[in-house]
């Protein structure tokens, strides 16, 4: 002991506890970790908060660098993110020094007057748990805003529309939406991604598998909404129970885009169909790339697709093709794999 403070971390008791998976015995010597409220676990995780704070309070000038920490950090009036323009506006989400969460906020040009769209502090839940912005996507006609709103920032969203011009929230509600990835279409329909609706009994374990993407008109019932890509919906696009799954209308083509991602696997699989020829599992996707093209980004300019490989191109290299006839096999280089990282 130094001054009152221990010389090592007090340390947590060893209760063992031992499995065995197929032949293979396994101990665990910390499973009561597991219940926070295990009186056990609860003492030894105050002590070592006692000692971390005993630590740290006697490190010389601390109180001095904590004080220089509070008053920078307090000095910017507000922090700007996730920044998108559509046309002549400008959406953005804002959060000011003293607050806790961003707000969305839209200006008409980046001079133009700040106007709040979504204040997600407002939103409160019956059992009076914050609410949080996860995610949004103005409509190209500028009319509306997709965004998600989930409590307690658990990211369980519910997609909503906001009508811009007047900030009137729409009666359009769809939960099941953590991943929704809203897209809009030109006749101002909406394309999301939501999770399955888990029958009685079912394994919460199921609760990602199986996503789907629908197409959704607005004022219609979300859970008439017609699937257009995932799992079991479309016959020229195998999309396995696992994958989560994406539908992309790029602003200025005639085409769309599908994804399919398996879990945290940055090289996904990618699909296009053309906009005009959209019709919920007839639809004709033609496949542009598979998991062995190694593609990890694309991006859209009209009817051209541009893809980042890392195949046969250690640093990557960007291709082009077009979404017309996709032939990645024939797609011109236009970034060069070299002693740089794409």
Not at 45 to 69: F, M, N, Q, S
Not at 181 to 190: E, N, Q
Request: glycine share 6%.
């Amino acid at each position: 002991t130094v001054a009152g403070v221990p010389a090592r971390p007090p340390a947590a008791p060893v209760r063992a506890v031992t499995d065995t998976h197929f032949g293979v015995a396994v101990s665990d010597p910390y499973r009561y970790f597991e219940d926070v409220k295990h009186p056990e676990f609860a003492a030894w995780l105050k002590a070592e908060a006692d000692y971390a704070h005993a630590v740290l309070t006697r490190i010389p000038g601390r109180d001095t660098l904590y004080r220089e920490i509070e008053a920078h950090g307090d000095a910017v009036a507000a922090r700007v993110t996730d920044v998108q323009v559509v046309g002549n506006r400008v959406y953005y989400q804002k959060r000011l020094a003293d607050e806790d969460l961003p707000r969305l906020y839209v200006r008409e040009g980046f001079a133009g007057r700040e106007r709040l769209l979504v204040n997600p502090q407002a939103i409160a839940t019956p059992d009076g748990k914050h609410s949080a912005l996860d995610y949004y996507a103005p409509s190209p006609d500028n009319r509306h805003v997709a965004y998600g709103i989930s409590p307690a920032g658990s990211e369980d969203s519910v997609l909503r529309v906001v009508e811009v011009a007047t900030g009137k929230v729409l009666a359009d509600e769809i939960d099941r939406a953590q991943f929704a990835a809203p897209s809009w279409l030109p006749d101002g329909r909406l394309v999301y991604t939501r999770l399955q609706k888990l029958d009685a009994g079912a394994p919460p374990t199921d609760r990602y598998r199986n996503p789907r993407v629908f197409v959704h008109r607005l004022g219609d019932e979300p859970d008439r909404d017609v699937a257009l890509f995932g799992a079991g919906v479309t016959p020229r696009a195998e999309i396995g129970p696992d994958e989560n799954v994406v539908v992309h209308h790029p602003p200025g083509s005639s085409h769309v885009v599908a994804l399919a991602i398996n879990g945290v696997q940055r090289e996904f699989r990618l699909w296009t169909a053309p906009l005009a020829a959209l019709d919920a599992a007839h639809t004709p996707w033609v496949r542009v790339v598979d998991t062995a093209d190694a593609v990890t980004d694309y991006a859209v300019q009209g009817d051209a697709i541009y893809l980042m490989t890392h195949k046969d191109a250690s640093r990557f290299k960007v291709l082009r093709t077009s979404l017309v006839a996709p032939d990645v096999a024939r797609a011109e280089t236009v970034v060069p794999p070299g002693e740089s990282v794409v």
